[in-house]
C-alpha cells in the first residue's frame, strides 16, 4: 500500500495529498474501533470532569488515546489499521470535551441551590453536543483542506504525526501506562490508607495572614508539566498576589474608610486566610476572569468576523450533492445536518425538562452557532487548549441575564434559564472545536469525514450518559466549590448569573480584579491565566509551577531539538499517565467516600506539624525524579 507525506500539496493540481489516498479503501469505522474508544471516552471522560474541577483546567485526551488505540488494536489484537485508531482517538476526545463544558457550567445550577437532574445533565451535555457537531461540519472542507497552508491546527497535526509514527513502526504507549500506575498508586496510598498528606500550607500571623501552600500529588506535577512553565508561572503569580499581598492588604484595611470603600468590614480581623479568600478575594479573582476572557474575546473579533462569512457562504454553496463525491469528502447530509440542528433547537423549547422558552432557546442557538464558528476556525490558529471558552460563555451568559433581567425574570427560573443557556453555548464550543481538531487530524490521514462525525456523535452520548453521575458522586464525596474541589468557572458563572439578577455583585472588589488583569495585558501579557491563578486557592495556582518547571528544565538541558522533542514526547505520555491514574483514582476513593468503606482502610491518623510536611515533600520529590528520569532515560538510550 502506497503511503504519502501527510498534508503535501501536488505542484500540477495544487492539491491536498493526505497519507491515505482517497482511492485506497482499508477498515475505518469498525466495531473493535468504536467499543474501544467508547471505552476511552468514558475513561478520559471522567480524568477531565475531575481534573477541571479541581484545576480548573482541562487536557486533551487525544495523544494518549490515540497511543493506547495503536498498543490495543495494532500491538495486543495485531489488526488495527491506522483510520480505526484515528477512529479510536475521535470518540475518546469527544467525552474529555464534552466533560470540559459541563464541568465549567454545569456545577452553577448546584450552587444556585436548583438541583440539577441526572435527566438534566444527560440532555444538556447531549443537546449541545451534538449542536456544536452540526454546526461545525460545513465549515471542514474550507478549515481543513482549503486553508491548509493557513491554518496549522496544532493539536490535530500533532495527533496525525502521532498515529502516523505509530503505523510505521514508532510511538510507544509504556510511558503513559507506568504513569497511570504510578498516578494511582500515590492517589490511594496518600488518600486511601492516609500515609501521607497532600498538601502543605503556611500562613503567617505576623504578617497580616499571607499564606502560601502547595497540593503535592501527581495531578498537579502532570498538569503543570503539561501547561509548561510560562503558563504556571502566571498561574503562580495569580496565586501569591491574592494569598500573599491582596490578603494581608485586606486584613490590615478592614475597618478604615479605605477597607469600607471595599466592603471590608471590622469582622475580616476574625477570619481566617482560607475564609478572607472566600469572602473577598475570591471577587477580585472572579472581576479578573470575567476581563480577561472579555479581552481574549476581543482579541478574536477579526476572526470572529471572518469565519461567520467563511461559515455562510459555505453553507451557500457546499454539500448540494453527496453523490459521486470522493471518499475523503463524504460528509454527513446537509438534511441531517439542516434538520438535525432544527430539531435540537425545538427540543430545547418544547422539552419540558430545560425550563427553556421560545427566546431562551433562540438565544441558546443564536450564541452557539456564533461561537462554535468563532471557536471551529481559533484552535485552527492557536489551539484547542489557548481557546478563550471561558471569555466566549461568559459573553453569552452575560448577555442572556441581562435581556432575562430586563423582561423581569430575576428569580430561580431566570437563573436557572440563564445557567441552562449558558452551558448548552459551553458544550458547543467545546465540542466543535474537539471536532475541528479531530477533521483536520483525518483530513491529514486520510479519514472518510461522516465516520469521523459520527464517531464524535456516539462519543459525546456516551459521555453524556454518564456526566452526572460523577458530578453527583464527586459532589456527594467532596463537595463541588469545596477547597478540595473548587469549581472554579462555575462557580464565576454562578456568582454573575446571581450578581446581574438581584444587583449584589461587590462591584469595587470586582473593578480592582479587572484593573489587574488590564495591568498585565498592559504589559504585553495574556491576562487569563493570572486571573484564574488569582481566582484559585492557592495550593492549586501555586502546585502547577513545580511541573512546570520540570518542563522547563527538560528543555534547556536538551539542546538538540530531534532529541528534545523525543523526550518531551515521552514525558508528555508520562504526565498524561499521572493525571489519568491520579482522577480515576481519586472517583474511585470518592465511591468509597460516599459507601463508608474509606474508614476501614487509615493506616495513620490525620496529625500536623513539621513531621507531617516531611513525609509529604519526600514522596512527591520521588515522584518528580521519576517524570525527570522518565524524559532524560531517551538520551541514555541515544548515546
Known amino acids: 500500500m502506497k503511503k504519502n507525506t501527510p498534508g503535501s500539496t501536488s505542484d500540477a493540481a495544487n492539491e491536498f495529498v493526505p497519507y491515505i489516498r482517497p482511492e485506497q479503501t482499508i477498515p475505518e469505522f469498525t466495531l ?13 471522560g471522567m480524568v477531565n470532569a475531575y481534573l477541571g474541577l479541581k484545576v480548573g483546567l482541562t487536557v486533551s485526551a487525544s495523544i494518549p488515546s490515540a497511543v493506547i488505540s495503536m498498543t490495543v488494536l495494532k500491538g495486543i489484537l495485531r489488526r488495527g489499521t491506522i483510520l480505526e485508531n484515528n477512529i479510536v482517538h475521535t470518540i475518546a476526545s469527544s467525552g474529555e470535551s464534552l466533560a470540559a463544558g459541563v464541568i465549567f457550567t454545569v456545577p452553577a445550577l448546584i450552587f444556585l441551590g436548583l438541583a440539577p437532574s441526572g435527566f ?56 503513559v501506562f507506568i504513569g497511570i500506575g504510578l498516578g494511582a498508586a500515590y492517589q490511594f496510598v496518600m488518600k486511601g490508607l492516609h500515609l501521607w498528606q497532600d498538601t502543605v500550607f503556611w500562613s503567617f500571623a505576623r504578617l497580616h495572614k499571607a499564606s502560601i501552600g502547595f497540593e503535592l500529588t501527581p495531578i498537579f506535577l502532570g498538569v503543570g508539566y503539561l501547561i509548561g512553565p510560562r503558563i504556571a508561572s502566571l498561574m503562580l503569580l495569580g496565586g501569591m498576589l491574592g494569598w500573599s499581598v491582596l490578603i494581608p492588604v485586606f486584613d490590615l484595611l478592614a475597618g478604615s474608610s479605605l477597607g469600607q470603600l471595599f466592603g471590608l468590614g471590622d469582622a475580616v480581623h476574625q477570619l481566617s486566610a482560607f475564609e478572607i479568600w472566600r469572602s473577598d478575594v475570591r471577587y477580585v479573582g472572579a472581576g479578573a476572569v470575567a476581563t480577561g476572557g472579555m479581552v481574549s474575546l476581543i482579541r478574536a473579533l477579526p ?119 449558558g452551558a448548552i453555548v459551553c458544550i458547543a464550543i467545546a465540542l466543535s472545536g474537539d471536532m475541528s481538531q479531530d477533521l483536520k487530524t483525518g483530513a491529514l490521514l486520510g479519514a472518510t469525514p461522516r465516520y469521523l462525525q459520527l464517531g464524535e456523535m456516539l462519543g459525546t452520548g456516551i459521555a453524556a450518559l454518564r456526566a452526572g453521575w460523577v458530578l453527583f458522586l464527586l459532589h456527594q464525596a467532596y463537595t463541588l466549590g469545596s477547597e478540595a474541589l473548587p469549581a472554579p468557572q462555575a462557580k ?9 439578577m438581584h444587583g449584589e455583585l461587590p ?42 518547571l520540570v518542563s522547563g528544565w527538560v528543555k534547556r538541558q536538551t539542546p538538540n531539538p530531534d532529541l528534545y522533542q523525543q523526550q518531551h514526547e515521552r514525558a508528555t505520555l508520562f504526565a498524561s499517565g499521572l493525571i489519568a491514574g491520579d482522577a480515576l483514582m481519586g472517583i474511585g476513593i470518592a465511591g468509597l467516600v460516599v459507601s463508608g468503606l474509606d474508614r476501614g482502610l487509615a493506616l495513620r491518623p490525620e496529625a500536623t506539624g513539621p513531621l507531617e510536611y516531611a513525609f509529604t515533600i519526600i514522596p512527591f520529590a520521588a515522584l518528580t525524579w521519576g517524570l525527570l528520569r522518565m524524559a532524560r532515560s531517551l538520551r541514555e538510550v541515544s548515546k
Open 32 to 44: 473493535q474501533a468504536v467499543v474501544l474508544g467508547a471505552v476511552l471516552s468514558l475513561t478520559f
Open 120 to 175: 438534566l445533565i444527560f440532555l444538556l451535555g447531549a443537546t449541545g453536543g451534538l449542536l456544536g457537531i452540526l454546526m461545525m461540519i460545513p465549515l471542514r472542507h474550507n478549515l481543513t483542506i482549503r486553508e491548509h497552508a493557513i491554518l496549522p491546527f496544532p493539536e490535530g497535526t500533532a495527533c496525525a504525526k502521532v498515529l502516523i509514527a505509530g503505523d510505521t513502526g514508532g510511538a510507544n504507549a509504556r510511558p
Open 303 to 421: 476572526a470572529m468576523r471572518q469565519s461567520l462569512e467563511v461559515a455562510l457562504t459555505g453553507l451557500r454553496t457546499r454539500n448540494a450533492d453527496q453523490q459521486d463525491v470522493i471518499r475523503t469528502e463524504q460528509d454527513l447530509s446537509p438534511t441531517v445536518v439542516v434538520g438535525g440542528t432544527v430539531a435540537l433547537g425545538l427540543a430545547l423549547w418544547l422539552i419540558p425538562t430545560f425550563h427553556l422558552g421560545l427566546l431562551e432557546a433562540l438565544l441558546a442557538v443564536g450564541f452557539a452557532f456564533v461561537f462554535v464558528v468563532v471557536s471551529s476556525r481559533m484552535v485552527g490558529l492557536i489551539g484547542t487548549t489557548s481557546q478563550p471558552v471561558s471569555g466566549m460563555t461568559i459573553s453569552a451568559l452575560l448577555a442572556t441575564s441581562l435581556i432575562l433581567a430586563a423582561l423581569g425574570r430575576t428569580g430561580p427560573e431566570g437563573m436557572g434559564a440563564a445557567i441552562t443557556c
Open 492 to 500: 464565576l458563572m454562578a456568582t454573575l448569573v446571581q450578581g446581574v
Open 507 to 548: 462591584w469595587a472588589l470586582m473593578l480592582l480584579g479587572g484593573g489587574l488583569a488590564l495591568v498585565i495585558e498592559a504589559m504585553g501579557v495574556p491576562s487569563l491565566a493570572f486571573a484564574i491563578g488569582l481566582y484559585l486557592p492557592v495550593t492549586t495556582s501555586a502546585s502547577l509551577i513545580l511541573g512546570g
